[in-house]
């Protein structure tokens, strides 16, 4: 079992930077392949980055250039820092945990993040 917090969300000019923490807790962290995920209203919640347990890492088109993932294993957190924001990048952002080769999946909450113009 996993648990995620995610933190960091909020308003945010156009143009702005904000950085986005997923806090877990309850299994060993460093086997979990990690990511954040994001969903606008009436739309489908959608990928923005991924990392693996070996620090490989992956981000949607819209993000690339932008978005930097990471993960500190040692404080079982995965970072997100975003940079020059859009407003389509307003969502509610979620992290996601998955145990490879596994059934086990976890989310977090959400926090959200709204980009005003």
């Known amino acids: 079992q996993v648990q995620l917090v995610e933190s960091g969300g909020g308003l945010v000019q156009s143009g702005g930077s904000l950085r986005l923490s997923c806090a877990a807790s309850?299994?060993?962290?460093?086997?979990?392949?990690m990511g954040w995920y994001r969903q606008a209203p009436g739309k489908q919640r959608g990928l923005v980055a991924i990392?693996?347990?070996?620090?490989?890492?992956d981000y949607a088109d819209s993000v690339k250039g932008r978005a930097t993932i990471s993960r500190d294993n040692a404080k079982n957190t995965v970072l997100l820092q975003m940079n020059n924001l859009k407003s389509e990048d307003t969502a509610v952002y979620y992290c996601?945990?998955?145990?490879?080769?596994?059934?086990?999946?976890?989310w977090g909450q959400g926090t959200q993040v709204t980009v005003s113009s």
């Open positions: 309850g299994s060993i962290f460093r086997r979990y392949a």
């Open positions: 996601r945990a998955h145990l490879p080769d596994s059934p086990y999946d976890y």
């Open positions: 990392i693996t347990t070996g620090g490989n890492t």
